[in-house]
Each structure stands twice: as structure tokens, then as C-alpha cells.
């Protein structure tokens, strides 16, 4: 665009020389320069296009440009400084417009810039979070596929060397100690799993450890649930002795491992003696307490490997494993004088009771868990009808026993 801007002057101009007395001449001339300072704007343009047109208006006087034109020519060549003045001005408020407008520009990146990195901090923190959820769920499913205390206590060391790393090794172990003690008392709460964490865990102790506290005490309160339930589904409540159903399974067990080892096996029935008469008489709160306090006799009378169970309400089982029917007739005697001569304080009252004790063995006549039970409770109703407190033996066949 300059150079052709520059040419087409100078072709005008040249007309101008050649038809100085026209009018088109010094208007071309005049008109060239004001165009050329649209097109050419800058301080040294505006000088040269100024000096090339007083240089143009003085040769368009010498040809002989008639006065009026020449007047007309050097008001229009006066308006080109006003033109070139603002032409500037709206240069410098073009440049003032596109700084603020850099500047804007700049405010605008920058809170860009702040919000991309705190949406970076946020999703960095949303992942610490998941991660730790899945972590959590993690330690869930595994409490989730153990109710062995051991197995759990395993657990909950692993997850204090996780979360706790920090903490001693010493300080760690303690801890799960006193978790081992917790469960054997039966009480695991979370209040207790905060008190007993290691001093140094305070450190530790933030939100996400609040939850890991919450997963372990859950996962060792369903051990301990699990562990009452099958307590409960073993024991009696009232005696502690295993329960009729549980004491079957396990004589029925009793019975086929004599069987294939060829051993002995002797089963006890043991009934108290008149026990109605000691509830009619000081009531079911003594009549509790002389329960409890003979099957405590009956399992310090028989040994180690034997099984003691309650079969019904004052009705006692005892499987005596690898026994004959010599040893379980001792046994059975040893039951029965030890009840004799305890007096048992129930409350405020004294009271003496006696049992009888119905003897049974393994042997070709009772070849079957039923079979001793049958038997055996038999020959202890033929020691309560022959006047109580004794014990009362099946006969051996054929010299077995």
C-alpha cells in the first residue's frame, strides 16, 4: 500500500507539472498528502509527506498555479498537521484501549490460573480421599471374611502398621495386647480402642483414623458376637456345661473314633435327687445356684479329655473318652460322694443333696451313641427307684467291660 500510494502522488504531481493552471493539479497534490498520512502514519512519514508537499506547493506556484488555487491548496496543506494530531491520539488511546485491554487479559489468565491449580489441589485431594475410601472398604472385607481372633487381631496389626506408621513397632504390638485382653474380657467398644491407642498416635488420630478405629472396633464387636453366639449355641447359660444338642454331636464323634481306634468310651447320666423338693422348698433362685454349683463338682471329679454336659434340667452327660467301664464306674462313684459330702450355700440357706449316677460302656450291646444313651439312662432310673444317691453300672456281655 505505501509504495503505491507514494507512486500515485508523484503521477498526479506530474500532472500538476504538465496542466499547472487546472484545478486538478493542486487538488490532487493537496489531496495525495493528506491520503498518504492515512496510510503512512509515523513521525518520520509525517515529516517527509510535509516537506515533499511545500516542496510541490512551491513548484505549483512557479508553473504558474493561479492564486486562488494556491491559497486553496496551502489551507487544506494547514489541515494536515490537525489530521496527523488525531491520527495520534487515537493512536495513544488505541494503545492505552489494547493495554487496559492486556491488562484485563492478564487478571483474567491469573484467576484462571488460581482456580486451575485449586481444582488440581481438589481433585488431588478427591483421589487421597477414594483412595483411603477404598483402603477402608479394603479393611472392611477383610474383618468381613474372618471371625477367628486371631485372624483379626492380625488385621488390626496390619492396619495400625498402615495408618500408624509412625508409631513404634513396641507401642503397636502393646496396643494389639491390650486389644487380645479386651477380647478375652468379651468388651471391645470404640471408646476403648481410643483410650488404649498409643500416645504417640495423637498424631495419628485424625478423621481418617477416627474411621479406621470405627472398622476395627465393628470388625472385633462381630468377633465377639460371633464368639457369643456360638458360646451360646454350645454352653448353657446357667451351668456353662455344653448343651445336650452340642454334647450328642460330640459323643457321636467319641463313638466312631473309639470304634476305628478300637478304644474304650464310658457314658455317665447323673440326675439330682429330689430336686423338685429343693425348689418347692427354698425356691428357683437356690435351685439355680445348686445347679451351678454341682455341675462345678461334676467337671472337678472328671478329668481333662472328659466331655460334661447338661442333657435336661437337673440331668447331667459326661462322655469319658478311651475309658472302660471299670474307670467309669469309678468316676462315677467319685461324682457321687463329692456331691454327698458338699454342703452347698445357696443365698442365706444350707443345702445337702445327693445324685444317682446311671453307667454305661461301648460294647456290642450299645454299639451306637444312641444306644449308650438309652442304656445308660436305663440304669440311672433303676438307681433312682431303688432308693437314690448311688451308682448303678450296665452289666458286661459276655465279660466285656
Not at 467398644?189 to 495423637?202: K, Q, R, S
Not at 444350707?350 to 439312662?377: C, H, K, M, Y
Request: overall charge neutral; hydrophobic content about 45%; glycine content about 8%.
Amino acid at each position: 500500500m505505501k509504495p503505491l500510494t507514494v507512486i500515485g502522488w508523484l503521477v498526479l504531481l506530474g500532472g500538476a507539472w504538465i496542466s499547472p493552471s487546472t484545478a486538478f493539479p493542486w487538488l490532487s497534490a493537496a489531496a495525495l498528502p493528506l491520503i498518504g498520512a492515512g496510510f503512512l502514519w509515523s513521525p518520520r512519514a509525517a515529516f517527509l509527506i510535509a516537506g515533499m508537499s511545500s516542496v510541490a506547493g512551491a513548484v505549483l506556484a512557479v508553473r504558474g498555479t493561479p492564486p486562488g488555487s494556491l491559497v486553496g491548496y496551502w489551507v487544506l496543506m494547514g489541515l494536515l498537521p490537525l489530521i496527523l494530531w488525531d491520527e495520534d491520539q487515537r493512536r495513544i488511546r488505541r494503545d492505552a484501549s489494547l493495554k487496559s485491554k492486556e491488562v484485563d487479559l492478564q487478571k483474567q489468565f491469573s484467576v484462571l490460573e488460581a482456580d486451575t491449580n485449586r481444582m488440581r489441589v481438589s481433585i488431588r485431594e478427591q483421589e487421597q480421599a477414594i483412595q483411603r475410601i477404598i483402603e477402608l472398604y479394603g479393611l472392611s472385607k477383610k474383618f468381613l471374611a474372618t471371625l477367628d481372633d486371631e485372624q483379626a487381631l492380625q488385621i488390626v496389626s496390619e492396619a495400625l502398621e498402615e495408618w500408624l506408621g509412625h508409631v513404634s513397632p513396641q507401642d503397636r504390638q502393646g496396643y494389639v495386647q491390650s486389644l487380645r485382653t479386651l477380647l478375652d474380657r468379651g468388651e471391645a467398644t470404640m471408646n476403648d480402642l481410643v483410650a488404649l491407642a498409643p500416645p504417640a498416635a495423637g498424631a495419628g488420630l485424625h478423621s481418617h483414623w477416627g474411621i479406621v478405629i470405627g472398622q476395627l472396633a465393628l470388625g472385633l464387636q462381630r468377633v465377639l458376637l460371633y464368639r457369643q453366639v456360638q458360646e451360646s449355641a454350645i454352653h448353657d447359660s446357667l451351668t456353662g456345661l455344653l448343651v445336650r444338642r452340642y454334647l450328642r454331636e460330640r459323643l457321636m464323634e467319641e463313638v466312631s473314633r473309639a470304634v476305628r481306634r478300637g478304644t474304650g468310651l464310658a457314658f455317665l447320666m447323673v440326675d439330682i435327687d429330689h430336686f423338685k423338693n429343693v425348689n418347692d422348698k427354698f425356691g428357683h433362685l437356690v435351685g439355680d445356684v445348686v445347679l451351678r454349683e454341682v455341675a462345678r463338682l461334676i467337671q472337678r471329679s472328671v478329668r481333662e479329655i472328659d466331655l460334661v454336659g447338661r442333657y435336661g434340667g437337673e440331668e447331667f452327660a459326661i462322655v469319658l473318652p478311651e475309658a472302660d467301664l471299670e474307670l467309669g464306674t469309678q468316676i462315677a462313684e467319685r461324682i457321687r460322694q463329692t456331691v454327698e459330702q458338699t454342703a452347698i450355700q445357696a443365698y442365706d440357706e444350707r443345702v445337702q443333696i445327693t445324685v444317682s449316677v446311671g453307667v454305661n460302656f461301648l460294647s456290642a450291646g450299645a454299639p451306637t451313641a444312641e444306644q449308650l444313651i438309652d442304656r445308660a439312662d436305663q440304669v440311672l432310673y433303676r438307681a433312682k427307684r431303688t432308693g437314690r444317691n448311688k451308682v448303678i453300672a450296665v452289666e458286661p456281655e459276655n465279660g466285656r467291660g
